[in-house]
């Protein structure tokens, strides 16, 4: 309950407008509730028009009609009182608001929509933080594909609600509050390409219940997709290799999957999009009782496309685990965890497909264990033979820390290396047309991160990238400019703004292949020698039988 002293009442607000010299002549209140307002008080105190615009909110953004009669009315309040301002209130005043007016300076003033999205948020940000009526925006007035990621969600608000957007307690049946996470849905996802009988599960509730349980698994309290995310190596975190053991492992060049298994028919994926696949037909089995499938398990891995005789063969590398059967092994060491692989995933895959319990040929995919090694063998990965060997692109190493348990989200600990010239940053591309007073147009290529309002960089606009606006696109930078490498149609969204200094950090501070080497051979972690046993010793002497 927030004290009488902190409440910022009508008295108030007309007070501080009075101060200012500004009058209000409007006030449209678009909460879904009566508490906040008497309207015969503000309309006879202050002399200032009321109007009642029941706008629901929470998941549902205004509609068309609510949207036209708020532009209706304000334009017809400005041409009329031209001197005098609109005050306009939701609960928060950042997303039933910021539609809104955003609405208004698109359809009247023919804003382009991200400006529009963009002046609010610097008048009040964080500005709209819901993705569903980013969302909406950009399916009324752009595409939606182009719809730009929310910002973070305001320290005061909470993640998971137990009230609506106007204070109301939401409730389950059984009058317990209901916590509320909001998830990006993407539609019309695609699986990996050259994988058939893959669908994309959008029936509800069935999709939020894989979601949560993944989340849950990974006890990742925030929305999105929860799975462990390396950093780039630098010349810092190059000292990780000598404080604690690490093993590696080959960087393939595939895409990200989580994969929850629940029992036959029930194996799901999570992209990093938090999109989630239905895989059927993949089999997984219990160790001691090949004819049940394993239940309550998640598994962390990558589809690739392995090329033989000529043909793409994809395969999903299992490189980590979270839970097996309920248990959490994610919080054991990693050797435990590659041990659990390889013992109760991949070993009894083999043992049913051997005593023909199922067809593997019918799967949509083979599964296979990602094999690590202790880091001294790094040489080997990269110059030796190895690379030749697998058949699908390696694009650098990734490292893993041997003592620490599984880690959700951004993990400082879990390194990858690329050569320095191929370190990359996912950026959103913007192409934006530049005319000032006496200049020729321009066309600009601008590259966001994620949450930033400002662009980080500029590219080069080749007729390729132009084709690639509003796109996830990866660069790498020369020295001197940023240049494309491929647009990642795999991510909705762009690098977060550490993800993609830690990338710039390795591009100014490399660390090149002939250092990664001299650390992994020659300085890197060594457990101390265990105590030899003295087999020297003479042995115990004979017990002598009593007399």
């Given amino acids: 309950m927030i004290p009488e002293f902190s409440v910022f009442n009508l008295d108030l607000l007309f007070g501080s407008l009075k101060t200012m010299k500004v009058k209000m002549g409007l006030l449209i209140d678009l909460t879904n509730t009566t508490r906040f307002y008497n309207s015969k008080e503000v309309e006879e105190k202050y002399d200032c028009r009321y109007v009642k615009m029941q706008c629901r909110g929470h998941g549902e953004t205004p509609s068309m009609d609510q949207t036209q009669a708020f532009i209706q009315m304000c334009a017809r309040f400005i041409n009329q009182k031209p001197l005098e301002v609109i005050g306009v209130h939701c609960t928060h005043g950042f997303n039933r608001t910021g539609f809104l007016i955003i609405s208004y300076l698109v359809e009247q003033f023919s804003w382009e929509l991200q400006a529009a999205i963009q002046c609010f948020a610097r008048a009040r940000p964080p500005g709209i933080y819901k993705q ?52 990006f849905h993407k539609k019309d996802a695609k699986f990996m390409e050259g994988v058939k009988g893959v669908s994309q599960l959008k029936l509800q509730p069935k999709l939020s219940e894989v979601q949560k349980k993944v989340q849950a698994m990974c006890e990742w309290k925030k929305s999105g997709f929860p799975g462990s995310q390396p950093v780039s190596m630098d010349i810092h975190n190059l000292n990780f290799l000598k404080q604690k053991p690490y093993k590696v492992s080959w960087k393939a060049d595939g895409t990200r999957y989580m994969a929850l298994v629940d029992g036959p028919n029930e194996v799901f994926m999570v992209d990093r999009d938090n999109t989630v696949f239905h895989i059927p037909g993949l089999n997984f089995r219990q160790r001691k009782d090949l004819k049940l499938h394993l239940r309550d398990t998640l598994l962390d891995g990558e589809m690739i496309l392995d090329t033989v005789e000529g043909k793409s063969v994809p395969r999903f590398l299992v490189y980590d685990i979270v839970r097996f059967e309920g248990k959490e092994v994610g919080k054991v060491d990693f050797n435990t965890r590659l041990v659990c692989i390889e013992r109760e995933i991949i070993g009894p895959r083999h043992a049913a497909i051997t005593q023909g319990l199922f067809d593997k040929t019918k799967e949509p995919f083979s599964v296979r264990m990602k094999p690590f090694w202790d880091v001294s063998v790094c040489r080997k990965i990269l110059d030796g033979s190895f690379a030749s060997q697998v058949s699908h692109e390696v694009d650098g190493l990734i490292f893993q820390p041997v003592p620490d348990p599984y880690e959700p989200g951004r993990c400082k600990n879990v390194l990858k290396w690329k050569p320095p010239d191929m370190n990359s940053i996912d950026f959103k591309l913007q192409v934006v047309k530049e005319c000032g007073e006496g200049m020729l147009p321009t066309t600009k290529g601008y590259l966001y991160v994620l949450h930033q309002q400002a662009p980080l960089a500029q590219i080069k606009l080749t007729k390729e990238l132009k084709e690639l606006d509003g796109k996830i696109i990866e660069c790498s930078y020369n020295g001197k ?15 977060s703004i550490s993800t993609a200094q830690g990338v710039w950090e390795s591009i100014r501070s490399p660390v090149t292949k002939e250092l990664l080497f001299q650390v992994a051979e020659n300085e890197r972690f060594k457990a101390p020698p265990k105590p030899q046993q003295r087999d020297d010793l003479m042995p115990p002497p004979a017990k002598i039988p009593k007399r």
């Fill in 132 to 183: 569903d009526y980013l969302q909406e925006l950009y399916r009324r007035y752009d595409e939606v594909e182009n719809t730009i990621p929310a910002p973070p969600l305001p320290d005061w608000c909470d993640e998971e609600e137990t009230v609506d957007d106007d204070g109301q307690s939401i409730t389950q049946a059984n009058g317990r509050p209901n916590k509320i996470k909001k998830e």
């Fill in 481 to 495: 400019d940023w240049v494309f490498m491929r647009q990642r149609t795999d991510k909705s969204f762009p690098n």
